[in-house]
């Protein structure tokens, strides 16, 4: 069974910063692209930055500048930095990837249960 296991989440003061990672687990070959999602109750998931295997990178335009992605193959983990915190980045943060599963050898997506990041002061 493979698993995705976000950590990192909190509450944090406008200009702050929190880091998000997501540990990927179970029984799998290799991870092709991973990304973090957002979601506020009431709105649609919303993409906020991607990551391929190769370690090339996109951005949702509200991040710019302010978060970066990156991941660590060895450690099958991603993570993504967050600084310059405005309380409309409050969400719960959302891990996602695209694994290839050994009992099968098919590739799937998962996605990690979810983290609270709220910014207020």
């Known amino acids: 069974q493979v698993q995705l296991v976000e950590s990192g989440g909190g509450l944090v003061q406008p200009g702050g910063s929190l880091r998000l990672s997501c540990a990927a687990s179970?029984?799998?070959?290799?991870?092709?692209?991973m990304g973090w999602y957002r979601q506020v109750p009431g709105k649609q998931r919303e993409l906020v930055a991607g990551i391929t295997s190769g370690g090339n990178t996109n951005y949702a335009d509200s991040v710019k500048g302010r978060f970066t992605i990156t991941r660590d193959n060895a450690k099958n983990t991603v993570y993504l930095l967050m600084n310059s915190l405005k309380p409309e980045d409050t969400a719960v943060y959302y891990c996602?990837?695209?694994?290839?599963?050994?009992?099968?050898?098919?590739?799937?997506?998962?996605w990690g249960q979810g983290t609270q990041v709220t910014v207020s002061s």
């Open positions: 996602s990837g695209t694994l290839q599963r050994r009992s099968d050898s098919r590739w799937s997506s998962y």
């Open positions: 179970g029984s799998f070959f290799s991870i092709n692209a």
